[in-house]
């Protein structure tokens, strides 16, 4: 890959839209809207205007990014995220993907990656400490974490020579394979599956077991609670952590965390099985008995409706995805 050859790159850009005080100014008919209470006088001045330069730090790292592209032996062609959906076509004859914005970037284009393309995330607005200080006691002011993003734009230029010189490794992700009803999902998540009532208000109602080789393993566990999600090991940092599950080193290969969520009164002898690991040889079998509910993959952003009566298979059986990790999560 010197530097004098042509490499092919794919870049996926989140795209970035500006906020203005208008656009939570009460339209028309007053009465035809929910009354919301009072901000307090400056914060609203306070809030756009963070808004706003988050939008204008993002602008400002696609553009930056794009002149270092420009500056290179290389052919590279921009795709906004919100340009592409779930009927889009993998992605092939590149040589390398490029996402700018943060892991919520990566994950969308993950999912139309398969094993032989690796991907460099940029994270465009990295969340600073002092400013989360400063604005604490009024509003949230966290910006991208970027957990999965090997650069920002302090670094993206010598991460990138490294590559097309030969000079960095990609790290193998392991990936996860849903099955609906048997047939395999095109989705593959890279973080985590949630297996869910539609409304969060509304009890999830299903039953699992695990299967070895297709034989069960495990008793069959029968389920009244906020639903079931089942992660990767890149995933266990995320929504699985917070729940209380735990942290499985990054490149671990082939091994699943799942865990039944919020179980409300587990059977007696069961309370074991609500959370637990899945071995590269096993998978997780699930049949839905509430009237409707959804897969969600690595979010909301992509779902699959389910009935009552079906049945959803998760394993690790599935394509890793080539990721150039950050050094702090290699070290």
């Given at each position: 890959?010197?530097?004098?050859?042509?490499?092919?790159?794919?870049?996926?850009?989140?795209?970035?839209?500006?906020?203005?005080?208008?656009?939570?100014?009460?339209?028309?008919?007053?009465?035809?809207?929910?009354?919301?209470?009072?901000?307090?006088?400056?914060?609203?001045?306070?809030?756009?205007?963070?808004l706003d330069n988050r939008r204008k730090v993002h602008e400002d790292a696609i553009n930056f990014c794009q002149n270092v592209l420009r500056k290179k032996a290389v052919d590279w062609q921009a795709i906004f995220c919100n340009n592409i959906s779930q009927d889009s076509q993998p992605i092939h004859n590149v040589d390398l993907v490029v996402t700018i914005g943060g892991d919520g970037t990566l994950l969308q284009t993950s999912h139309f990656m398969d094993d032989s393309i690796p991907v460099l995330g940029v994270n465009s607005d990295?969340?600073?400490?002092?400013?989360?200080e400063e604005f604490r006691e009024e509003f949230d002011a966290t910006r991208s974490t970027g957990f999965l993003c090997g650069a920002t734009?302090?670094?993206?230029?010598?991460?990138?020579?490294?590559?097309?010189?030969?000079?960095?490794?990609?790290s193998n992700l392991s990936r996860m394979s849903i099955c609906l009803n048997s047939r395999l999902l095109p989705t593959y998540a890279l973080n985590d599956a949630l297996v869910a009532h539609t409304?969060?208000?509304?009890?999830?109602?299903?039953?699992?077991?695990i299967k070895r080789e297709g034989h069960p393993c495990s008793p069959l566990v029968h389920c009244r609670s906020s639903g079931l999600?089942?992660?990767?090991?890149?995933g266990s940092t995320a929504a699985m952590l917070s729940?209380?599950?735990?942290?499985?080193?990054?490149?671990?290969?082939?091994?699943?965390?799942?865990?039944?969520?919020?179980?409300?009164?587990?059977?007696?002898?069961?309370?074991?099985?609500?959370?637990?690991?899945?071995?590269?040889?096993?998978?997780?079998?699930?049949?839905?008995?509430?009237k409707e509910g959804a897969i969600y993959i690595d979010g909301s952003d992509v779902s699959y409706s389910i009935k009552h009566g079906d049945t959803i298979e998760m394993s690790s059986k599935a394509p890793g995805l080539k990721v150039?990790?950050?050094?702090?999560l290699l070290s």
């Amino acid at each position: 890959m010197g530097g004098k050859q042509r490499f092919n790159i794919w870049r996926l850009v989140k795209d970035g839209e500006k906020a203005t005080p208008a656009d939570v100014e009460i339209p028309g008919n007053a009465s035809n809207f929910p009354i919301r209470p009072p901000l307090p006088h400056h914060l609203p001045t306070v809030v756009f205007g963070y808004l706003d330069n988050r939008r204008k730090v993002h602008e400002d790292a696609i553009n930056f990014c794009q002149n270092v592209l420009r500056k290179k032996a290389v052919d590279w062609q921009a795709i906004f995220c919100n340009n592409i959906s779930q009927d889009s076509q993998p992605i092939h004859n590149v040589d390398l993907v490029v996402t700018i914005g943060g892991d919520g970037t990566l994950l969308q284009t993950s999912h139309f990656m398969d094993d032989s393309i690796p991907v460099l995330g940029v994270n465009s607005d990295p969340t600073q400490d002092q400013e989360v200080e400063e604005f604490r006691e009024e509003f949230d002011a966290t910006r991208s974490t970027g957990f999965l993003c090997g650069a920002t734009i302090e670094n993206f230029e010598q991460v990138l020579d490294d590559i097309l010189e030969d000079q960095k490794t990609p790290s193998n992700l392991s990936r996860m394979s849903i099955c609906l009803n048997s047939r395999l999902l095109p989705t593959y998540a890279l973080n985590d599956a949630l297996v869910a009532h539609t409304c969060p208000a509304t009890v999830s109602r299903f039953s699992f077991k695990i299967k070895r080789e297709g034989h069960p393993c495990s008793p069959l566990v029968h389920c009244r609670s906020s639903g079931l999600r089942v992660s990767t090991a890149a995933g266990s940092t995320a929504a699985m952590l917070s729940a209380g599950g735990f942290t499985m080193p990054i490149l671990s290969q082939d091994h699943l965390q799942y865990m039944v969520r919020e179980p409300i009164l587990p059977e007696a002898g069961y309370s074991s099985l609500m959370h637990g690991l899945l071995k590269p040889d096993q998978s997780m079998v699930a049949s839905w008995f509430s009237k409707e509910g959804a897969i969600y993959i690595d979010g909301s952003d992509v779902s699959y409706s389910i009935k009552h009566g079906d049945t959803i298979e998760m394993s690790s059986k599935a394509p890793g995805l080539k990721v150039f990790l950050p050094h702090r999560l290699l070290s």
